[in-house]
T-cell receptor, first 112, second 111 residues
Framework: QKEVEQDPGPLSVPEGAIVSLNCTYSNSAFQYFMWYRQYSRKGPELLMYTYSSGNKEDGRFTAQVDKSSKYISLFIRDSQPSDSATYLCAMDASGGSYIPTFGRGTSLIVHP | NAGVTQTPKFQVLKTGQSMTLQCAQDMNHNSMYWYRQDPGMGLRLIYYSASEGTTDKGEVPNGYNVSRLNKREFSLRLESAAPSQTSVYFC??????????FGQGTRLTVV
């Protein structure tokens, strides 16, 4: 079992839908939880991050961390066709070298 | 601000040929990484460098070597390319645990 599990999808939704993307993990030492967005034929870019537990909101995006369940989520409200991309979760622990562990990524398609 | 620059963007190799993928960053980051990305497999770490002069193996190092030439540059070498190394390769750099900056990727095909 990989340390970080993420359903690869694809997830296809109509424009305006609320999207929920999720990852589970097994390493209880993870403290940093990131979401990257990767457009086709581009490198990943950081979308948002959360340290430890709780929620964080940035415009239409909300990141949630539930450390008791080892489960993180990214919600996208009022989804747009421009949100179509692959979303990768990433996690890291405190201490030692900076080496994030990535999920496989979920492909999201928002159709008009 | 160029960020992370990778060269080349595309490459086709014959089995057994060698090549070096170049990566340079202009953000004064200590940490640099090489990943490969295959369909359904996500990003897999090949090698990383926590600082100038140090390199360590990642999840899938076999068949690859790296050089941290200086703080800016981190190269990945395939000594004898195999079809299993057909992939998209990404270089990244970071200064903290939160954000890694990625290059545009190198699409490598080994025939």
């Amino acid at each position: 079992q990989k340390e970080v599990e993420q359903d690869p999808g694809p997830l296809s939704v109509p424009e305006g839908a609320i999207v929920s993307l999720n990852c589970t993990y097994s390493n209880s030492a993870f403290q940093y939880f990131m979401w990257y967005r990767q457009y086709s034929r581009k490198g990943p870019e950081l979308l948002m991050y959360t340290y430890s537990s709780g929620n964080k909101e940035d415009g239409r995006f909300t990141a949630q961390v539930d450390k008791s369940s080892k489960y993180i989520s990214l919600f996208i409200r009022d989804s747009q066709p421009s949100d179509s991309a692959t979303y990768l979760c990433a996690m890291d622990a405190s201490g030692g070298s900076y080496i994030p562990t990535f999920g496989r990524g979920t492909s999201l398609i928002v159709h008009p | 601000n160029a960020g992370v620059t990778q060269t080349p963007k595309f490459q086709v190799l014959k089995t057994g040929q060698s090549m070096t993928l170049q990566c340079a960053q202009d953000m004064n980051h200590n940490s640099m990484y090489w990943y490969r990305q295959d369909p359904g497999m996500g990003l897999r770490l090949i090698y990383y460098s926590a600082s100038e002069g140090t390199t360590d193996k990642g999840e899938v190092p076999n068949g690859y070597n790296v050089s941290r030439l200086n703080k800016r540059e981190f190269s990945l070498r395939l000594e004898s390319a195999a079809p299993s190394q057909t992939s998209v390769y990404f270089c990244a750099s970071s200064s903290d645990r939160v954000e890694a900056f990625f290059g545009q990727g190198t699409r490598l095909t080994v025939v």
